[in-house]
């Protein structure tokens, strides 16, 4: 009660804070005329002005009215499009480090522009992250015209671009990408071997177009890069034979945490089933012998159970491919780990790909952690509200809207069964497309999507075939003479190709567009449809000239005709045909409508047979809704039951963010890990030479040694001389008098360790000379790399395999985090130490000889992965293993192919005439010695 009072007399802190820009606004609005005087040039100059005052001491926010009052002029002269004042306050909120949240319509896209340009001026670099390559694509270009005016280079990426291409894209000062893109290329640029083979050049500012999407939604599982294993594709096909033999009392599913486990029953007759098949030779299934046999079962179990076929994923061309749950999206390339993706291809019955191990990975919270400044946009943060504080300590403002907002909101429609429901959808459909107004027609699957349209068809309809040209000719002829047309547009994943043209065109009078998720996001419904859309559409194929001239304003004509009869319809009607679990999806839908003042309609249309009221309880309202007497085909609307629903999914809302929680809190111990030797690893790339890192591991190698086998204080006896001398020999490459040495009287362990560390250091200096300096320098670098990236790959399956089975510990009342962190840093430990010894062991026995190398072999095949959601399928490039890790074996290194000259052509005065030479080949000087005992030994 008295928060309220407050907030009347005071306003609300978002408030609050929309005041205190009204100074800055005054000030950009003061520079218009001033800036509108300029010519091109004189505006362009002032890129080269704002920099020169940052490189005199100046600050960002010295020069930021300035800068957005550049913006705005770049923007009228370019795009013809003017920032309104409520943009301004959406620009600085991105300047701040915020989440500016923006009515679908308002015109994010252009807002990014102003913080863009005003952090790019300090030379440093801006990233522009985006949900799709598509909007990545679009928007460098678009936006890149303000950009190019005012003097500042732009880059975008893609998938399928190569190195040098990104690199360049990294160098510009603006950057668009996706969050795949931008997360997976910092992972590869720390599986680099040369500094100068890095893309990205650092983590300054990055502004998150739809933040809710990529931060929330996408951030439940990280980004993996993995590399294929061995092939157990007939196993699983095996198993997936047994599954559907079960009995319904042989597992337990719970929807609610999308979990399923056999009971003890099924234990039993899945024992029973893999004997039958012999797939069970001897034991039982849980013994340790049988622990691959249960990860099949288990992972062959959520494949049938817990996973839909047109609702998870699809099947397109043999090959089994994600379906985004967020946004209908297909994900062509991701796949889910665990082997879950080749049981669901068992199952389907398609070709079954090899699994794959973990070479790198990090959360999306982890990534974008690293920017120094990080911001978003969206027109749905508020429901996240506290999630962006405590995780990315990101504040959310609310931005006003340029015009009123007059869209309706109607309470739900809740029918008792999914037919009932359905038919409800169908007469609101034709009841609002006899009066003309376009609708927009959301679902929550594209199975879903397909049944409507299937219904719709039955009923009259026509689906629009989008494979044809021009084929909303006839939408459009329907549109002009104001009738109804009788046509639909899908959109789900099986179209994501047309997926912006359906979308641009969702608000001509008449149209109806049934949508996934609502795919389409980030294109913009403009009511009567797109101009720039039609005019690429119907346009590129005509010649510059009078008569394409002429096509362009008749589509602008007509464009405009068609708003005012949409307008006179009653604007976009958005109609939802089931509540997402999350509340930010239903709003993302509704958002399409009354963009910019425009009128609109929204409602939902709901069944007790829906997943979100099935799971939480329907059964009681069921019985309710009959004692009442709610006869077929009639609904019950009350605003209680809408308010239900939302506290339904604010549990479901509030589960997730605990995932995401606890998702972040054990991969912070491995982020920990991660960023030491990711920043080793720099460190060791960027030094010319890693002689004092061999010395310094060389010494540890020793001191470890000693240590094991000469207890402290011990005397003499007590030594364990053999495991000492077989020690040394595999560790160090040296056969030494240890037995001698521990018989001399008064021995003491420092001068054993000093005798061993003299030894080792003599030995190697001895191999560097020979090697030459140059050589050893180069073989350093990579011997060291290569066996740490090799044990750290070994690192991550260990700690994933920790993460799998360390809950089990809280059953003995132990904290399962402070358990995973005190082993993990034990493993941590264990791996540097296995690190140094194998880098020793490896650079004690290599031989470098100057030949022609082997035939390299082809690129091994990486793939990025997520555990859940998958993540993009390419080709990673070839990845050097450690040279003999693992037997210690004597390795020779072939450093680069030889000149080949003819001993005919050398001359034996002339050392630069005789190309490449063959260590064990006569010096070509003529003094009869091998060249490497003679002119080889000076370089």
């Known amino acids: 009660m008295l928060g309220n009072v407050l907030k009347k007399v005071f306003g609300s802190s978002n408030e609050r804070r929309l005041k205190g820009y009204r100074p800055n606004i005054v000030a950009v609005n003061a520079l218009e005329g001033e800036f509108s005087a300029l010519s091109d040039e004189q505006l362009r100059a002032k890129t080269q002005e704002f ?13 930021a009215a300035p800068a957005f009052a550049a913006v705005r002029e770049a923007a009228k002269r370019t795009l013809k499009q003017r920032h309104f004042d409520v943009q301004l306050i959406g620009g600085m909120v991105l300047h701040e480090g915020a989440i500016a949240e923006m009515r679908t319509g308002e015109g994010k896209t252009l807002v990014a522009t102003l913080a863009c340009y005003l952090n790019a001026l ?10 799709n390559d598509y909007l990545a694509r679009r928007d460098s270009e678009w936006m890149g015209q303000i950009y190019g005016f005012l003097g500042m280079s732009v880059g975008v990426i893609v998938h399928g671009l190569d190195d040098n291409q990104r690199r360049q894209a990294y160098a510009a000062d603006i950057t668009y990408g996706t969050n795949n893109e931008f997360g997976f290329d910092y992972l590869r640029d720390n599986m680099k071997y040369d500094m100068a083979d890095m893309v990205q050049r650092g983590h300054n500012f990055a502004i998150v177009d739809e933040v809710d999407s990529i931060l929330v939604d996408e951030a439940r599982t990280p980004l993996i890069i993995s590399g294929p294993s061995d092939d ?69 179990l959520r494949a049938h159970k817990l996973f839909q076929l047109d609702k ?45 191990v973990t070479l790198a990975s990090i959360t999306f919270q982890n990534y974008f952690r690293l920017y120094k400044k990080l911001a978003g946009m969206t027109g749905t943060a508020a429901t996240e509200a506290d999630e962006f504080a405590e995780i990315y300590k990101l504040e959310v403002v609310e931005i ?5 907002v007059s869209r309706r909101d109607e309470d739900d429609e809740v029918y008792r069964t999914g037919v009932e429901k359905l038919r409800a959808v169908v007469r609101e459909i034709e009841a609002a497309n006899t009066k003309m107004q376009p609708m927009l027609v959301g679902t929550t699957s594209i199975e879903k999507s397909e049944q409507l349209g299937e219904l719709l068809e039955k009923n009259g309809y026509t689906k629009i075939d989008f494979e044809k040209p021009l084929a909303l000719a006839d939408l459009y002829a329907s549109a002009r003479a104001g009738r109804p047309s009788k046509l639909f547009a899908v959109l789900n ?13 969702a608000g001509v009078p008449g149209a109806i567009t049934i949508a996934t998720n609502m795919a389409g996001r980030g294109t913009d419904i403009q009511l009567g449809g797109n101009v720039e859309m039609r005019v690429s559409q119907e346009c590129d194929p ?47 839908l509704r958002g399409r409508a009354g963009r910019q003042g425009d009128p609109g309609r929204s409602k939902f249309f709901l069944s007790l047979q829906d997943d979100l009221m099935r799971i939480f309880g329907s059964e009681r309202m069921d019985a309710m809704l009959k004692r009442l007497g709610l006869k077929e085909d009639e609904s019950i609307v009350h605003p209680w039951i809408n308010k239900a629903l939302e506290k339904a999914q604010q549990k479901v809302e509030a589960r997730n963010f605990d995932m995401r929680k606890n998702v972040l809190k054990f991969d912070n111990v491995m982020n920990d890990q991660r960023k030491v030797i990711f920043e080793d690893r720099r460190k060791m790339m960027a030094q010319e030479t890693l002689e004092p890192t061999i010395a310094e591991m060389r010494a540890n190698v020793v001191d470890d040694l000693v240590t094991k086998h000469i207890p402290a204080d011990a005397y003499p006896e007590a030594w364990d001389i053999t495991g000492l001398k077989e020690g040394v020999q595999a560790m160090l490459n040296l056969d030494l008098p240890v037995a001698d040495w521990a018989k001399e009287e008064g021995i003491a362990d420092e001068e054993m360790n000093e005798r061993l560390h003299k030894a080792a250091d003599e030995a190697y200096a001895e191999r560097v000379n020979r090697n030459t300096p140059e050589a050893m320098r180069y073989v350093e670098k990579q011997v060291i790399l290569q066996a740490l990236d090799h044990l750290w790959r070994d690192h991550l399956v260990t700690l994933d395999h920790l993460r799998q089975v360390i809950g089990w510990r809280g059953l003995a009342q132990r904290d399962p985090l402070n358990e995973y962190k005190s082993e993990a840093f034990d493993l941590f430990k264990t791996l540097i130490e296995r690190w140094h010894e194998a880098v020793i062991a490896q650079m004690m026995r290599i031989e470098v000889r100057f030949q022609a190398p082997d035939p390299a072999p082809p690129p091994m095949q990486f793939q990025h992965l997520d555990p859940l959601t998958g993540a993009n399928e390419e080709p990673f490039g070839a990845i050097g293993e450690p040279l003999g ?40 000087c003529g003094s009869g010695k091998k060249y490497k005992h003679c002119h080889g030994t000076l370089g």
Not at 51 to 63: F, V
Not at 400 to 404: F, S
Not at 493 to 505: G, L, N, S
Request: proline content about 4%; glycine content about 6%; aromatic content about 4%.
């Open 51 to 63: 920099r020169a005052a940052l490189a005199a001491g100046k600050t960002l926010e010295d020069i």
């Open 122 to 131: 300090a030379g440093k670099g801006v990233h522009v992250v985006t949900v």
């Open 232 to 300: 157990r594709s007939d196993l699983y096909k095996s198993v997936n034979e047994l599954i559907p033999r079960l009995l319904k009392t042989d597992f337990e599913l719970d929807e609610k945490q999308r979990t399923v486990n056999l009971t003890e029953a099924g234990n039993e007759h899945v024992e029973e089933l893999l004997r039958e098949a012999d797939l069970l030779k001897e034991g039982s299934l849980y013994e340790a012998s049988s622990v691959t046999l249960v990860h099949h079962v288990n992972q062959a």
């Open 312 to 356: 998870d994923y699809i099947v397109r061309n043999g090959e089994l491919v994600i379906v985004d749950e967020f946004t209908g999206r297909m994900m062509p390339g991701r796949r889910y780990s665990e082997g879950l993706h080749q049981a669901l291809e068992a199952k389907e019955h398609v070709q079954v790909q090899p699994e794959n």
């Open 400 to 404: 006003p809207t340029h015009r009123p």
């Open 493 to 505: 994943a099986r179209f994501h190709e047309q997926e912006a043209y359906i979308v641009a065109e």
């Open 542 to 588: 005509l010649a510059p000239g009078d008569a394409r001239a002429a096509k362009e304003a008749e589509i602008r004509a007509e464009v405009d005709d068609f708003k005012k009869k949409a307008i006179e319809a009653g604007g976009l009607y958005i109609i939802g045909t089931e509540r997402h679990e999350s509340r930010r999806i239903d709003n993302q």
């Open 885 to 924: 890790l693992g037997d210690f074996s004597a390795a020779t290194v072939a450093l680069a192919a030889p000149t080949l000259v003819e001993a005919a052509e050398r001359d034996p005065n002339n050392p630069s005439s005789w190309g490449k030479v063959g260590r064990n080949e006569a010096c070509p």
